[in-house]
């Protein structure tokens, strides 16, 4: 490190101020491509700041590989070097590599401060990155409330879809921000919008277990039994997944308990591929078929006697589940394991 990147990044203003009256070159970078006036505003050194700028130092940024003095000082929360650097000159809105801008980066890192003084200075609240995201996406996806309210508003588009085809409500019931979907919801935002995948936000919060949020969208009319391109459902991935609460919520809400989707598969077989054997009674209870197969032709029962749970196996048997169509082998493990089992 040279003297000058030194001096700014531990925030050293008489040093600085003497160097700027030798012949160093206060825009040099460093072996990282920091300059003095990148180190000053990522570390939050707001009189260094000053100082280098009264000096002339230039606030243009053309490297695109590094943050920015302004996105730097947006990431760390110094909300009055933001302010600094955008009276000095700096362009609010200059993005980086991945076209991220200080207020998508204010918001992703959870700073209201900085948000509302970029907000302030102009900066372009529905801008989006590489992969479509707005600043709202990335403040839906982190779960803060407040900014989530300052950028609404502010004007950010609700509905506005990432290269995935998901809106700032994805993000938010991805995550299991019930307050954040909340808000979301109260805005506008439409709880049944589909992806690239035609996957709703229900359809995620179902997969992970996002009880909460599963309950909200559900009440706000966000339909049980959609399906994606693969024809799963909320209910299909709840199973999958181990959710009881959830596979109890959604079936209580209307979801069929026997979709099956483009390779056979039903909530039941996905459940007892998993052992999941409070799921598996439940689906039964709600007039799940018990003897629906794959394409490989593999039933629930199947399944459990290849997983050698000797639970579900019983249970399946008891609630009829079919041992016809067991061949030799399926027959000899299910003699076993039962016997196992009783011993």
């Given at each position: 490190?040279?003297?000058?990147?030194?001096?700014?990044?531990?925030?050293?203003?008489?040093?600085?101020?003497?160097?700027?009256?030798?012949?160093?070159?206060?825009?040099?970078?460093?072996?990282?491509?920091?300059?003095?006036?990148?180190?000053?505003?990522?570390?939050?050194?707001?009189?260094?700041?000053?100082?280098l700028i009264d000096g002339?130092?230039?606030?243009?940024?053309?490297?695109?590989?590094?943050?920015?003095?302004?996105?730097?000082?947006?990431?760390?929360?110094?909300?009055?070097?933001?302010?600094?650097?955008?009276?000095?000159?700096?362009?609010?809105?200059?993005a980086d590599e991945n076209r991220w801008t200080a207020l998508s980066i204010a918001a992703r890192y959870g700073h209201e401060a900085a948000v509302k003084v970029l907000i302030r200075s102009g900066a372009a609240v529905n801008s989006r990155d590489i992969c479509g995201r707005t600043a709202l996406c990335w403040a839906s996806s982190c779960g803060n409330e407040t900014i989530v309210k300052i950028l609404i508003g502010n004007g950010a588009a609700m509905d506005s879809e990432s290269d995935l085809g998901w809106t700032p409500l994805f993000y938010a019931a991805i995550r299991g921000h019930k307050a954040v979907v909340n808000i979301?919801?109260?805005?506008?935002?439409?709880?049944?919008?589909?992806?690239?995948?035609?996957?709703?936000?229900?359809?995620?919060?179902?997969?992970?277990?996002?009880t909460a949020v599963v309950e909200m969208l559900i009440e706000n009319g966000a339909a049980s039994d959609s399906m994606d391109l693969a024809n799963r459902t909320p209910l299909l991935f709840a199973a999958r997944g181990g959710h009881t609460v959830v596979v109890e919520m959604l079936l209580k809400n209307g979801a069929v308990p026997d979709s099956i989707d483009v390779q056979n598969w039903t909530p039941l077989l996905f459940a007892a591929r998993g052992g999941h054997t409070s799921i598996v009674k439940m689906l039964i209870e709600n007039g799940a078929v018990l003897d629906l197969m794959d394409k490989y032709g593999k039933t629930a029962l199947l399944l459990a006697i290849a997983n050698k749970d000797a639970v579900l196996v019983r249970m399946l048997i008891e609630n009829g589940a079919t041992v016809d169509v067991l061949d030799e082998d399926s027959r000899e493990a299910l003699h076993k394991l039962l016997q196992c089992h009783e011993e």
């Open positions: 490190m040279l003297p000058t990147h030194v001096a700014a990044f531990f925030g050293l203003e008489k040093m600085i101020l003497h160097l700027q009256q030798t012949e160093l070159d206060l825009n040099q970078k460093d072996e990282m491509g920091y300059t003095p006036l990148l180190w000053a505003a990522r570390n939050g050194y707001e009189a260094v700041v000053k100082i002339g130092v230039a606030l243009t940024w053309e490297d695109p590989y590094q943050p920015s003095p302004i996105a730097s000082a947006a990431r760390n929360g110094y909300d009055a070097v933001v302010k600094l650097l955008i009276q000095s000159g700096a362009v609010v809105d200059l979301l919801i109260e805005n506008g935002a439409a709880p049944d919008s589909m992806d690239e995948a035609n996957r709703t936000p229900l359809s995620y919060a179902a997969e992970r277990g996002c």
